[in-house]
């Protein structure tokens, strides 16, 4: 019983907290579907009143005949429930069309406030944790599922006015024309039925919540099947089966769930509700029938008491244009507010020292790690244990190691995407949190690994780098020439105006390589006005090993006199650094520059020489392409990277 009466203080909970949602889809507009709300509740009393009075004066309209004021009367009340009847026929459309209006108003809200808190924190913590990603796709999930968004939850709290408009006015009608005893007896039994079908659907949604990492799988599944990309594998590998079977065993896990949990909550509590129901009515009914038998009430009253009964049972139903929306809706809303508590959470952790200084001009000595520790949140495990790491002003610093010692931490780090667990990070001796975060980032033009691809013009994709400056259109090709794809965008169908997406009009797709000069265009954008720090993590992943040399060979030349970090998994790629960080277990293991480490013999000189033996392997391999490619048995695809101008590296194009 307990649970049952917190079950009921939780749906209401709910609705008073959509009640507080509601005004933001506009006050004037909640006042006016409120209104007509109660007006749609009271005209179906109004038809029951006119039916019934028509119904009780037909036989005076009998007697009398036509023309007769029994006549005039059964007419009378005729045209006044026909009046009922067609005004609820008008307004219930312009209800649809408001409580939608009112819903989209909400629901854009809503994005506003996922986005806004996507976008708030000044790290990417947020954006990285499982616990706060479900919350996000559960709620992006159900806000593009219409009728279970908040807005939605807003427009069906307020169509509850009209039903238990109807409701009440129910039960006043039969305890005004017969008993009050009775209509409290029916009003009890139709919110017996609500209760079990508000709560069961309640303790349902709760269910679909339980089961979001399951429903995830099944959706993963699916979505493989029916990607393109997919399709390739899928058929070589012969994985059309295998995939099939566990889609349908996921699937059937959960719904065996579901089944379990509907018995259970809708079945058996539902025979208890019946019983009820079929009690409290088949008493009242009877006593109405009785009554009319001995002339204690007219037919009139009679009709009046049936039809009020009936609609009042009638209203212990599900409600579709409601129940569906204020349940899932609330969710959705819980959904919103957790994500945005949890990116809150997380933006506290950003630390503002005070006076807040200006970071122009810096670095002009160096940026120095020192003594920091981090581990991911949620997680024990150092990635940096201790760092001590010093990258000089205007130099070029590389730092290489296996995967997982920490190099893209360190890029993170510098950024101030994530914010040590213990140690400073300095430049020119002063803590890069006395920086305002914006203003510091400012500094750094950066490639990650996983960099953007946004789906909008080649220009904009380059001057992103600066968003200021991004319509000088010389500066944006001055940077795509310097990155060695200036040629290739501008034989694009629409040039540098483009979109890099094919499925836009006129768009056009480029290669892996080809995208990420346009990545390392962006960061020479940002380091050509304004920033000091160039960060290239790992910026020739998708080159080849021939291409990727030819780049770092001219990078210094381009980047000379910018205080530049490169991270890289390829020993020999970085080896006109100024300097060589090698890093292991999350610390600085030996550094200095490349003939200094080959010289020592240290892990660095081993890794060199494996890698630089699998680079001849594969320089042979390609030079027995390239024979047999001009020898015409091998067909190259045109505009890939082997055979554009971009693909020996930077080159040196001319503005135009």
Same mark, same amino acid.
Request: aromatic content about 8%; glycine content about 10%; hydrophobic content about 45%.
């Given at each position: 019983?307990?649970?049952h009466l917190?079950?009921?203080?939780?749906?209401?909970?709910?609705?008073?907290?959509?009640?507080r949602?509601a005004?933001?889809?506009?006050r004037?507009?909640v006042?006016?579907?409120?209104?007509?709300?109660v007006?749609?509740?009271?005209?179906?009393?109004?038809?029951?009143v006119a039916?019934s009075i028509?119904?009780?004066r037909?036989?005076?309209?009998?007697i009398g005949g036509v023309g007769?004021?029994?006549?005039?009367?059964?007419?009378?009340a005729?045209?006044?429930?026909?009046?009922a &009847?067609?005004?609820?026929?008008i307004?219930?459309?312009?209800?649809?069309?408001?409580g939608?209006?009112?819903?989209?108003?909400v629901?854009?809200?809503?994005?506003?406030r996922?986005i806004?808190?996507?976008l708030?924190?000044t790290?990417?913590?947020p954006?990285e944790?499982?616990?706060?990603?479900?919350e996000?796709n559960?709620?992006?999930t159900?806000?593009? =599922?219409s009728?279970?968004?908040?807005?939605?939850?807003?427009?069906?709290?307020?169509a509850l006015v009209?039903?238990?408009? $109807?409701?009440v006015a129910a039960?006043?009608?039969v305890?005004y024309v017969?008993?009050?005893?009775g209509?409290?007896?029916?009003?009890?039994?139709?919110?017996?039925f609500r209760t079990? $079908?508000?709560?069961?659907?309640?303790?349902?949604?709760?269910? &679909?919540?339980?089961?979001?990492?399951?429903?995830?799988?099944?959706r993963?599944?699916r979505s493989?099947a029916?990607r393109?990309?997919?399709?390739k594998?899928?058929?070589v590998?012969?994985?059309?089966s295998?995939?099939s079977?566990h889609? @349908?065993d996921?699937q059937?896990?959960?719904?065996?769930?579901?089944?379990?949990?509907?018995?259970?909550i809708?079945?058996?509590p539902?025979?208890f509700?019946?019983?009820?129901g079929l009690?409290a009515?088949? %008493?009242?009914?009877?006593?109405l029938?009785r009554?009319?038998a =001995?002339?204690?009430v007219?037919?009139?009253?009679?009709?009046?008491?049936l039809q009020?009964?009936?609609?009042?049972?009638r209203?212990?139903?599900f409600?579709p244009?409601?129940?569906?929306?204020?349940?899932?809706?609330m969710?959705?809303q819980?959904g919103?507010?957790?994500f945005e508590r949890?990116?809150?959470a &997380? /933006?506290?952790?950003?630390v503002?020292l005070?006076p807040?200084?200006d970071?122009k001009g810096?670095p002009?000595n160096?940026?120095r790690?020192e003594a920091?520790?981090?581990?991911?949140?949620?997680?024990?495990?150092p990635?940096?244990?201790?760092?001590d790491?010093?990258l000089?002003?205007g130099?070029?610093t590389?730092?290489?190691?296996?995967n997982?010692a920490?190099?893209?931490?360190?890029?993170?780090?510098?950024?101030?995407?994530? #914010?040590?667990t213990?140690?400073?990070l300095?430049?020119?001796?002063q803590?890069i949190?006395?920086y305002g975060?914006d203003d510091w980032r400012r500094?750094?033009?950066?490639i990650f690994?996983?960099?953007?691809?946004y789906?909008?013009?080649?220009a904009?994709?380059?001057?992103?780098g600066?968003?200021?400056l991004a319509?000088d259109?010389?500066?944006?090709?001055?940077a795509?020439?310097r990155?060695?794809?200036?040629?290739?965008l501008e034989?694009?169908?629409e040039?540098?105006?483009?979109?890099l997406?094919r499925?836009?009009k006129?768009?056009a797709?480029?290669?892996g390589?080809q995208w990420?000069?346009?990545?390392i265009?962006?960061?020479?954008?940002?380091? #050509?006005?304004g920033?000091?720090?160039?960060?290239?993590?790992?910026?020739t992943?998708?080159?080849?090993v021939r291409?990727?040399?030819?780049?770092?060979?001219?990078?210094?030349?381009?980047? @000379?006199?910018?205080?530049?970090?490169? %991270?890289?998994?390829?020993?020999?790629?970085v080896? /006109?650094?100024?300097? %060589?960080v090698?890093l292991?277990?999350?610390? *600085?293991v030996?550094?200095?520059? /490349?003939?200094e480490?080959i010289?020592?013999g240290g892990?660095y000189?081993?890794?060199f020489h494996?890698?630089?033996?699998r680079f001849?392997?594969?320089?042979a391999?390609?030079e027995? *392409?390239?024979?047999a490619?001009?020898?015409?048995?091998?067909?190259?695809?045109?505009?890939?990277?082997?055979?554009?101008?971009?693909?020996a590296?930077i080159?040196p194009?001319?503005?135009?």
């Amino acid at each position: 019983m307990q649970r049952h009466l917190r079950g009921v203080i939780d749906i209401y909970r709910g609705y008073y907290r959509i009640a507080r949602l509601a005004p933001s889809g506009g006050r004037g507009l909640v006042a006016l579907l409120v209104a007509l709300n109660v007006v749609l509740g009271l005209l179906p009393a109004l038809f029951i009143v006119a039916t019934s009075i028509m119904i009780g004066r037909v036989p005076a309209a009998v007697i009398g005949g036509v023309g007769s004021a029994g006549w005039r009367d059964l007419v009378a009340a005729f045209g006044l429930a026909a009046a009922a &009847f067609l005004v609820q026929q008008i307004l219930a459309p312009m209800q649809l069309s408001l409580g939608e209006l009112l819903a989209r108003r909400v629901d854009g809200r809503v994005y506003q406030r996922i986005i806004g808190a996507s976008l708030s924190s000044t790290g990417i913590g947020p954006l990285e944790d499982q616990r706060l990603l479900d919350e996000l796709n559960q709620v992006v999930t159900t806000l593009e =599922t219409s009728f279970r968004s908040p807005g939605m939850a807003c427009s069906g709290l307020i169509a509850l006015v009209a039903r238990y408009g $109807q409701l009440v006015a129910a039960v006043v009608m039969v305890g005004y024309v017969f008993s009050w005893l009775g209509a409290v007896a029916l009003f009890a039994a139709t919110m017996v039925f609500r209760t079990g $079908q508000r709560g069961g659907q309640r303790k349902y949604g709760l269910l &679909f919540t339980r089961s979001i990492a399951t429903r995830r799988e099944a959706r993963y599944y699916r979505s493989i099947a029916m990607r393109p990309l997919a399709g390739k594998e899928i058929r070589v590998f012969g994985l059309a089966s295998w995939l099939s079977d566990h889609y @349908r065993d996921v699937q059937l896990e959960m719904l065996s769930l579901v089944w379990a949990a509907r018995r259970r909550i809708y079945l058996w509590p539902y025979l208890f509700y019946t019983a009820f129901g079929l009690a409290a009515t088949g %008493i009242t009914l009877a006593a109405l029938g009785r009554a009319a038998a =001995t002339n204690a009430v007219t037919l009139t009253q009679l009709t009046l008491g049936l039809q009020a009964a009936m609609a009042a049972l009638r209203l212990g139903e599900f409600y579709p244009e409601s129940d569906t929306q204020t349940q899932f809706g609330m969710a959705a809303q819980d959904g919103v507010e957790n994500f945005e508590r949890g990116v809150a959470a &997380f /933006h506290e952790q950003t630390v503002q020292l005070e006076p807040r200084l200006d970071p122009k001009g810096h670095p002009s000595n160096e940026i120095r790690f020192e003594a920091v520790d981090f581990h991911y949140p949620g997680s024990d495990r150092p990635v940096l244990d201790k760092l001590d790491l010093v990258l000089p002003a205007g130099r070029c610093t590389a730092i290489v190691g296996l995967n997982g010692a920490g190099k893209t931490t360190i890029v993170k780090l510098l950024s101030r995407l994530y #914010e040590p667990t213990s140690g400073r990070l300095l430049a020119d001796g002063q803590d890069i949190r006395s920086y305002g975060v914006d203003d510091w980032r400012r500094q750094i033009g950066v490639i990650f690994q996983d960099f953007n691809r946004y789906e909008l013009t080649a220009a904009e994709n380059v001057g992103f780098g600066a968003i200021e400056l991004a319509g000088d259109r010389r500066k944006v090709r001055a940077a795509a020439a310097r990155a060695g794809i200036l040629a290739t965008l501008e034989r694009l169908p629409e040039g540098l105006d483009t979109p890099l997406a094919r499925q836009y009009k006129g768009g056009a797709e480029l290669s892996g390589g080809q995208w990420q000069r346009v990545a390392i265009a962006r960061a020479l954008f940002a380091l #050509e006005n304004g920033a000091s720090i160039l960060v290239l993590d790992e910026p020739t992943a998708a080159l080849d090993v021939r291409a990727e040399a030819a780049f770092f060979d001219k990078f210094v030349d381009v980047t @000379r006199g910018a205080t530049a970090l490169l %991270i890289s998994h390829r020993f020999s790629s970085v080896r /006109h650094a100024d300097n %060589i960080v090698f890093l292991a277990g999350g610390r *600085v293991v030996e550094q200095g520059s /490349h003939d200094e480490l080959i010289a020592a013999g240290g892990r660095y000189a081993e890794l060199f020489h494996l890698q630089a033996e699998r680079f001849t392997e594969d320089e042979a391999e390609s030079e027995a *392409v390239d024979a047999a490619d001009l020898a015409g048995d091998v067909e190259t695809s045109p505009g890939g990277d082997s055979e554009s101008p971009e693909g020996a590296g930077i080159e040196p194009e001319v503005v135009r």
